[in-house]
């Protein structure tokens, strides 16, 4: 009993609560349906203790699900890390190249980003990732890069005892005339009479699993893909977008700099090595990083305070004509507005007519900005972004003189 009380603790109860979420529930569900019916099924069709080859089938089978279970609760459980809340660096004169994060209430260290979900700021924040219901980050990228390669492994396993199932199960019931297809699931099979019966409701379920395992195959596989190649070049997804926009910054105001990304060390093994060790635990604190010779702790933070600034003069001033109530997929808008809202995570913003909106970026039907609020507001860190539909709004016309004011706006 006082052992069982030493491991549940007030904080893994805590942690717990993130398998009540939509993304664990599919994820879990279909790694559990996967692995259940692919048990099954190597019992009817390669039974383990007929041969050395259906054992060794048997326990492979459930060697995948385990090592997929450990990935899986390791990169939801373990969690990416997260800054200290009221951190900043031990020189203050360093504050001078970070952002500040006012809802921890501290400096965002290099490599960190604050996530809306976590409500944290995350060290290393490669992205969150709604099937862990967590976010990808320092100390978990690892074990969830380990599970999207073990997951396409395991199902292509299952896809293949599905497949072998099916045709063994169904080459001696199936009969073929002139015009017609018959299948008697009732036949006696002639290899071996499996303990268990295999059923028109057992090939549907098998069916479907197939089809489940494939497109899990295919869907997480591509995942994989994504996130080896930005980890053999010491990047996150983030990174990959900021170094985008650090180019196009530079080629827009032709300014001749040359931006070298400072974390990538020149060797996709030593690149590898960073997120993969044998201990398990990634190299680094979170906070410092070996950085490239040309550059320093903060040339990557340096380079987004440049970007920010950049959002900045670049921001084009519009009014609201039309109320938007923040719906995700807005009937009233259009139909093109409804099927091309942005596939995101960021949040949509209520729209309110008379109101004004500085926009950063946009799509055809769709932009993103902030409100521009009061001064009470503004005074108390309050910050409203988000997307709306491009219909809701006009583009702001001034003169000469307007046009110097509303510069002055955006300085602010």
Not at 106 to 121: F, T
Not at 202 to 216: N, R, Y
Not at 305 to 315: F, V
Not at 372 to 398: I, M
Request: hydrophobic residues 40%.
């Amino acid at each position: 009993m006082n052992i069982l009380s030493a491991i549940i603790v007030f904080e893994n109860l805590h942690e717990v609560k993130r398998l009540c979420h939509w993304g664990p529930v599919i994820a879990l569900t279909v790694i559990g349906v996967c692995s259940s019916m692919a048990v099954l099924d190597s019992i009817i069709w390669y039974w383990p203790l007929d041969t050395t080859g259906g054992s060794i089938n048997f326990i492979m089978l459930i060697n995948w699900t385990v090592l997929i279970l450990y990935n899986y609760f390791n990169a939801m459980f373990v969690g990416p890390g997260c800054i200290p809340l009221e951190w900043k660096p031990e020189a203050q004169q360093d504050t001078m190249y970070l952002q500040f994060c006012r809802l921890c209430r501290g400096y965002k260290a290099p490599r960190s980003h604050h996530c809306r979900k976590c409500n944290r700021c995350v060290m290393k924040m490669d992205h969150h990732c709604p099937w862990i219901n967590n976010c990808c980050g320092h100390l978990n990228h690892a074990y969830f890069t380990s599970f999207l390669l073990l997951a396409p492994l395991g199902c292509i396993h299952a896809a293949f005892i599905f497949v072998m199932t099916m045709y063994t199960q169904l080459y001696d019931r199936i009969s073929f005339g002139w015009s017609s297809v018959k299948i008697d699931m009732s036949a006696a099979r002639h290899i071996h009479h499996p303990i268990m019966p295999f059923s028109i409701a057992a090939f549907a379920a098998t069916l479907f699993s197939l089809g489940l395992a494939l497109g899990t195959t295919i869907a997480v596989g591509m995942l994989f893909c994504i996130q080896m190649k930005v980890i053999l070049r010491n990047k996150t997804s983030i990174e990959v977008w900021i170094e985008e926009k650090a180019k196009d910054r530079i080629q827009y105001y032709q300014t001749g700099e040359e931006f070298i990304f400072p974390y990538d060390l020149g060797s996709r093994l030593e690149n590898f090595k960073q997120v993969f060790t044998w201990s398990g635990t990634p190299v680094g604190d979170g906070i410092e990083w070996p950085v490239h010779e040309k550059c320093n702790q903060y040339t990557l933070t340096i380079e987004q305070l440049n970007q920010k600034h950049d959002k900045r003069q670049r921001s084009v001033e519009y009014r609201v004509v039309e109320d938007y109530n923040g719906a995700c997929c807005p009937l009233g808008k259009g139909l093109n507005t409804f099927f091309r809202t942005p596939c995101t995570e960021e949040p949509r913003i209520k729209l309110t007519k008379g109101a004004t909106i500085l926009a950063t970026r946009g799509t055809k039907w769709w932009m993103y900005g902030d409100k521009v609020l009061n001064e009470e507001q503004a005074k108390a860190g309050v910050r409203v972004r988000g997307w709306f539909p491009r219909r809701c709004v006009e583009k702001c016309h001034y003169d000469s003189a307007d046009n110097s004011t509303s510069d002055e706006k955006k300085e602010q």
